[in-house]
Nanobody, 116 residues
């Protein structure tokens, strides 16, 4: 299973970015997909998840600002990030949890930097 995340970059506070993660080697619809992030010196934390049926979950810190979505036909999950804050700066990782066999997979991470 491969997860390839892209879309990170440098953005000013208040700006927006959209992350994408393309999955291969798995039956995409069997996976709950998620985004996690890890800031320097901090533990990796959950940002958002979305089930195969479209049920979403968000960390309190991003509710109302981030939106997760998925396109099962394209094997891709997205994270639309708006009203970005400096504290959103982190490496963002794509995650796939296969609900059939319990296996978990991680992408390579994409850097998001919020700075003026």
């Amino acid at each position: 299973v491969q997860l390839q995340a892209f879309g990170g970059g440098l953005v000013q506070p208040g700006g927006s970015l959209r992350l994408s993660c393309a999955a291969s080697g798995t039956i995409f619809s069997r996976n709950t997909m998620g985004w996690y992030r890890q800031a320097p010196g901090k533990q990796r934390e959950l940002v958002s998840t979305i089930t195969s049926g479209g049920i979403t979950n968000y960390a309190d810190s991003v509710k109302g600002r981030f939106t997760i979505s998925r396109d099962n036909a394209k094997n891709t999950v997205y994270l639309q990030m708006s009203s970005l804050k400096r504290e959103d700066t982190a490496v963002y990782y794509c995650n796939a949890y296969n609900t059939y066999n319990g296996r978990e997979y991680w992408g390579q991470g994409t850097q998001v930097t919020v700075s003026s």
